[in-house]
């Protein structure tokens, strides 16, 4: 007897696969790297930032690149860098270095590197006005902001396109445009998730308790 597979039948199966994938890579962000009150505080800064920014890329691209980067990424990571616990997790009961090691996305030590990148743009391009020949030379202060900002926007484009790709090959493609979905409406997810935090922050609770995990 042959069984005859009906494809339309596979393609939810898929798509819930992408979700849970989803999903999942939310959770663990989550609950390993976001237990701060400040760092969620601050996230719930950058999802307004970046939503901000989102419309100003139809607008103003360069605009949005500094938004993006000056108040959207620095609050974020500063979060991480600065506020975040490193210290053995006893909600999840793990050690920060095996934290580290699972990330699937830019874990600290790669956004050193995107970071370092991100701050020697502006150095290469007072030297080097045209940026290896990548844009016109800029003539005056307003040409630096642009240029330096319109590189800035390639940077991120490049970073989020880089590691998704790089996912296709280390995990799957699945995981890999998991990935990309979160990066892009982790401000919509942040807003909503991070939204109480400054209040629990202004209440003095410094660390989340994490009931929920």
Known sequence: MTVHTNTTD??????????????????DDHRYYHQSRINQSLH??????????YVMLFINPGMAAL???????CSRQSGHFFFEPRGYDQVN????????????????????????????IPVILYFDPTLFGTMAAYTDIEGFLYNMSIA????????????????????DIKTGLAWCVKIITDPFHDFKTYMKS??????????????HV
Do not use: C
């Not at 400054?198 to 009931?211: A, C, V």
């Open 10 to 27: 596979q393609e939810p199966g898929a798509w819930r696969a992408f979700l849970n994938e989803l999903d999942e890579l939310r959770w």
């Open 44 to 53: 719930f800064v950058s999802s307004i930032s970046f939503m901000v920014m």
């Open 67 to 73: 938004i993006g980067w000056l108040v959207g990424m």
């Open 93 to 120: 009961r793990a050690t920060h270095e095996h934290k580290e090691e699972i990330k699937v996305g830019y874990n600290l030590q790669r956004k050193r590197i995107l970071h370092g990148i991100w701050a020697a």
């Open 152 to 171: 800035w926007l390639a940077l991120g484009i490049s970073a989020l396109l880089f590691r998704t790709i790089q996912l296709f090959f280390i995990r």
């Open 198 to 211: 400054p209040y629990y922050l202004m209440k003095g609770q410094l660390i989340d308790p994490m009931d």
